[in-house]
């Protein structure tokens, strides 16, 4: 039995067989190559050795210059993958990948694509401060022509990275920096999960749980603990955020008739949101308790390590909000 892998394993594994596969795969960003660090998490370690520094480029302090020149790459017919550094750092190259990434194809008439894939390493609960740590996944899915994608799992990590350096728009591949050394089985060569499809991490029949990333293991977690009461609860691993699998999600709450969205990123005006209120317009008659939401506080993150986990939601929040449903 092969040995698990940590996630920043299997997502290292991913870039080698796209650059493996596809002279036309490049990684730029900040650090990324041997000579530098190997990436600030030691993701990309030994790509520019295995496939030159031509191909793993790193570049200066500078997310405009990064997105810039990623998608400008794209548009030249390359399959860039540009590594920023941390989430928050997206807001420095907003315009080239909201403004230009994301609508390069509609003002083009669909003649030209921008196959670009934007790596971005986010999360609170270790401690790295409110610029280091905010999950912005709303405010990509807001922008048509871009895809935002998400993992709970190493295997989905690669499959789900592998799928998005494929694909011929531009994605966001989301890296919780809290789950990067969690490990899991390793996938198969040539894995891949498909943009758009859920996957249901665990059945059940008397409630539903929509999340995806780090809280997906919260969320079995707490299942397993209900398990033991008889109470059996469906946990749904989104994977892609935008665009998400609205059928996969709507099938399983017409079965259940109860449904919480969980996400980490703070409540107010997050993705849940929007899901919460789909299942709302589809399902309304259906439903036997409104739709519960789950997020963190509405605040800056915190840096202080009480603070930050008041910030946070937590498994017992998710016990509340599911007991509360079956009331």
């Known amino acids: ?49 295995r496939f030159g520094v031509e191909r793993v480029r790193g570049t200066p302090i500078s997310e405009q210059a990064i997105m810039g020149a990623a998608v400008g790459a794209a548009i030249a017919g390359y399959r860039p993958i540009a590594e920023i550094m941390f989430m928050n750092f997206l807001t420095v190259g907003m315009d080239q990948l909201v403004n230009h990434a994301a609508k390069i194809r509609f003002m083009s008439g669909g003649r030209t694509s921008v196959p670009l894939t934007v790596r971005c390493s986010t999360g609170a609960g270790v401690g790295f401060g409110g610029q280091h740590s905010d999950m912005l996944e709303a405010w990509l899915a807001h922008v048509p022509g871009l895809k935002v994608a998400t993992a709970s799992n190493p295997a989905d990590a690669k499959g789900l990275l592998l799928s998005a350096i494929e694909d011929n728009d531009p994605t966001v591949f989301i890296e919780n920096v809290a789950m990067y050394q969690s490990k899991g089985a390793p996938p198969a060569p040539g894995y891949k999960v498909p943009l758009g499809k859920a996957a249901i991490s665990r059945a059940g029949d008397d409630l539903t749980i929509v999340t995806y990333g ?25 994977r ?71 910030f946070l939601y937590s498994r017992e929040e998710i016990a509340s909000a599911i007991r509360a449903q079956l009331d």
């Open 214 to 238: 780090r809280p997906v293991l919260d969320a079995l977690a707490v299942a397993e603990d209900f398990a033991a009461e008889g109470v059996s609860v469906e946990v749904i691993d989104l």
């Open 240 to 310: 892609t955020i935008a665009p998400w699998d609205e059928a996969a999600v709507l099938n399983s709450v017409a079965r259940t008739k109860r449904a919480i969205v969980l996400h980490e990123a703070v409540k107010n005006f997050g993705a849940g949101g929007e899901i919460a209120s789909r299942i709302h317009e589809e399902l309304f008659s259906d439903l036997k308790k409104p739709v519960k939401r789950i997020g963190s506080k509405y605040a800056v993150v915190p840096f202080a390590s009480p603070l930050e986990k008041t």
């Open 1 to 49: 039995m092969s040995e698990p892998i940590s996630f920043v394993q299997a997502i290292n594994l991913g870039l080698q067989e796209a650059m493996e596969a596809d002279p036309k795969v490049l990684l730029l960003g900040e650090d990324v190559e041997d000579g530098q660090s190997g990436g600030a998490f030691k993701v990309s370690k030994g790509l520019s050795t």
